[in-house]
């Protein structure tokens, strides 16, 4: 069934900046299995940036040798059916950053979201970083109120609900992450996965591992225990575990 990688943040070598997320971006194509995969970046959450783009296609096509390929939703306003060729097209689906809020939102108006369901139920590898990561879960630690005013607080955010935490991407990057999840976490029932930049969550048919790709970055599991904030480090393991256990707050080590 579904092939998932989230990851918590990182650069992909836009102008002035280093490629970070190399070694997880390596296994997002070994994946698929193809030495050429088609991918498809979608760039709703930055506002359908070109420039973001620019840097998916030099990373990806010129670093991995993938056939990329980009669907803007907002400038181009593509049909239902030129949404799906273009997704069910793709071996890999790699979602940008951005606005979390505002891209589940046009997801939902143009039927992408129900797309998107349809090819993780096929097995195409779906990916992303920060709001791209956040989309596949049931909820959010989200900056998308900054956008519009950049003193707001984080905020929870909806995402499309095929796993069952609050993913919180950032969590050493920015300094209000980690205060305002812990926040969020006091009002809301289950787990939350927060993630270092560099560090990914991958989830094949119901296991999942961590993926780190710098030694220092990891993973977290947060949630609340007889009205305290409990946060555990997630170990780094080859091996897969369930994706159940992880998400129902049992020991993880």
């Not at 940008?96 to 891209?103: F, I, S």
């Not at 909820?139 to 095929?162: E, M, Q, T, Y």
Request: proline letters at 5%.
């Amino acid at each position: 069934m579904g092939k998932i990688i989230a990851i918590g943040g990182g650069e992909i070598g836009r102008p002035g900046y280093p490629v970070e997320t190399g070694e997880i971006d390596q296994e997002i194509v070994r994946l698929t299995k193809k030495s050429h995969p088609r991918l498809l970046f979608i760039p709703t959450a930055s506002s359908d940036s070109e420039s973001y783009y620019a840097t998916v296609k030099k990373h990806f096509g010129g670093d991995y040798g993938c056939k990329t390929d980009v669907l803007y939703l907002i400038k181009d306003n593509p049909t239902t059916m030129e949404i799906e060729e273009k997704i069910l097209n793709a071996d890999i689906v790699y979602v940008g950053g951005g606005n979390t809020q505002k891209m589940i939102r046009i997801w939902k108006r143009t039927g992408t979201d129900v797309i998107l369901k349809q090819v993780y139920e096929n097995g195409i590898v779906l990916s992303g970083l920060s709001a791209g990561a956040i989309c596949w879960f049931r909820w959010g630690n989200s900056d998308s109120r900054k956008f519009h005013n950049p003193s707001a607080n984080l905020i929870k955010v909806s995402g499309l609900n095929w796993i069952n935490a609050l993913y919180c991407p950032h969590y050493d990057f920015e300094q209000d992450r980690r205060p305002q999840l812990f926040k969020m976490m006091m009002k809301t029932p289950g787990v939350a996965l927060a993630f270092d930049n560099c560090c990914a969550i991958e989830i094949i048919n119901g296991k999942y591992r961590i993926l780190s790709a710098k030694p220092s970055a990891n993973a977290y599991q947060v949630y609340r225990r007889a009205g305290t904030i409990q946060e555990k480090v997630i170990p780094q393991e080859k091996t897969f575990r369930p994706l159940e256990q992880l998400l129902s707050k049992r020991s993880i080590h």
